[in-house]
């Protein structure tokens, strides 16, 4: 069947050069037009908790031990822990190398936007775990809170798994459930071109073009450091423990990438970024555990940001820090980091609330890239995305849980990803049920 899918993304590349134009040419339309992008994300944001909640109940019923969800889990905190130091230690060098941010000014306006998100950023880690607990089981989907629908989840799911056979017919249920979810996302993705103009036109309305050129070096060295890691670190650990190629993989995973650019939100491709690992031959545990938890603990390209920009400000405004300084303020940057996931613009606002918690004196230096944090944003994303993408990959092999002749198939495109429904209807699925059809949820068609 012919893929009309295609054309989407096609429009999609179209609206975001339209929607530079629009920005550039006429900044004041552009940043009216910041609603429509916004109500996109929306949208997109409206089936996530769905989704996880079905993906993770699902994914623990086919498991015939609960033990190996807690080993799941527990590799990807431990992974993510040492992905996340790695990346700071490489913004830190990166940062260390190029001394950017001299001869900068802040602006009044920028201070007052500071203070704004600092304020966001300034939750403490208790609060950050009493939010993780939802009102009631029903708000925890409803919400929007990615690690609230994560906890009731993992709940219902080691319930069901209790029930034995009489939680046989629930799990149908919500397998059909998660059918029509998947089903009302693929609608949603046709408003894609739509949102990606508003949002495009409003973000290169409001930066201009001035702001770009004054700290082209910090933007420029931020990507480049960021391709880097994915490129060396990613591509490296990758092929060495699951040999799989990078490039193979993020091709495969283009059309998230597109999608992430283009709405500046990286929250838009985690319920395609779900089907697509599980597609790709990864368990339904693995996908639905490690996808969800590397959201808001799996922050790599957030991490290189808070060292650099650190680094940054600390230059800009004649205050440099030393050796010392650098390490116990970055480790701080990084327990505040898991604090501020799912915080709109949680790169500023970390940034923010950690230095004003921290080295306060440095907190209106932060103004400086006010400005471009924007298209820095696009840069976290892509990278956070990226970093999961391979994550999930790696914790599947792991565990056993990964079907490599399975990837190697998708990967060279004899096995598609059906668009129309973001699942594999056809695929030979288990009868679900505790115990039963093996660990397993999909095998090669």
Not at 325 to 354: C, I, Y
Request: proline share 4%.
């Amino acid at each position: 069947m012919r893929d009309r899918t295609r054309y989407l993304y096609l429009a999609v590349i179209v609206a975001v050069v339209l929607g530079i134009l629009v920005g550039l040419i006429w900044p004041d339309v552009g940043k009216e037009l910041k609603p429509i992008g916004t109500g996109f994300v929306a949208l997109i944001q409206m089936v996530i908790g769905p989704i996880i909640f079905c993906t993770i109940v699902l994914g623990i019923g086919s498991v015939r031990k609960a033990a190996k969800v807690g080993k799941v889990g527990g590799l990807a905190l431990g992974y993510f822990l040492v992905m996340s130091t790695v990346a700071l230690v490489i913004g830190l060098v990166v940062g260390n190398v190029i001394h950017p941010g001299t001869g900068l000014r802040i602006t009044d306006a920028a201070r007052q936007t500071v203070q704004e998100e600092a304020a966001k950023g300034a939750a403490s880690t208790v609060d950050f775990l009493l939010g993780i607990v939802p009102d009631t089981l029903l708000s925890a989907i409803t919400s929007g809170s990615v690690l609230q629908a994560l906890l009731v989840a993992l709940l219902a799911g080691f319930a069901l798994q209790a029930m034995g056979e009489k939680g046989a017919p629930i799990l149908r249920g919500i397998e059909h459930l998660q059918r029509l979810v998947f089903r009302i996302l693929a609608m949603v993705m046709w408003a894609a071109p739509v949102g990606a103009f508003g949002a495009m036109a409003a973000v290169v309305g409001a930066t201009g073009v001035e702001a770009l050129k004054s700290l082209a070096i910090i933007m420029v060295a931020f990507y480049v450091t960021c391709v880097l890691f994915v490129g060396v670190v990613l591509g490296t650990v990758l092929w060495l423990v699951a040999r799989i190629n990078l490039l193979a993989l993020l091709r495969y995973l283009a059309r998230e990438f597109l999608l992430i650019l283009s709405t500046s939100s990286s929250e838009t491709a985690l319920p395609r970024l779900i089907a697509k690992m599980e597609h790709l031959g990864v368990s339904r545990a693995v996908a639905g555990i490690t996808v969800p938890t590397g959201y808001s603990f799996n922050l790599d390209g957030t991490a290189i940001y808070l060292t650099m920009a650190t680094l940054f400000i600390a230059t800009a405004t004649g205050s440099p820090l030393g050796l010392g300084e650098q390490v116990g303020l970055l480790l701080f940057m990084m327990v505040a980091s898991k604090g501020a996931a799912g915080v709109t613009g949680a790169g500023l606002a970390t940034l923010a609330g950690g230095l004003r918690a921290h080295r306060p004196e440095l907190v209106d230096g932060v103004g400086l890239i006010v400005g471009i944090d924007r298209f820095m944003s696009e840069a976290r994303a892509l990278t956070n995305f990226a970093g999961n993408a391979v994550a999930t990959v790696l914790v599947g092999t792991w565990t056993g849980e990964f079907d490599r002749e399975r990837a190697e198939v998708v990967l060279a495109g004899r096995l598609p990803f059906d668009e129309a429904t973001l699942l594999d209807e056809d695929a030979e699925r288990p009868e679900p049920g505790p115990g039963t059809g093996g660990d397993r949820e999909l095998s090669p068609v």
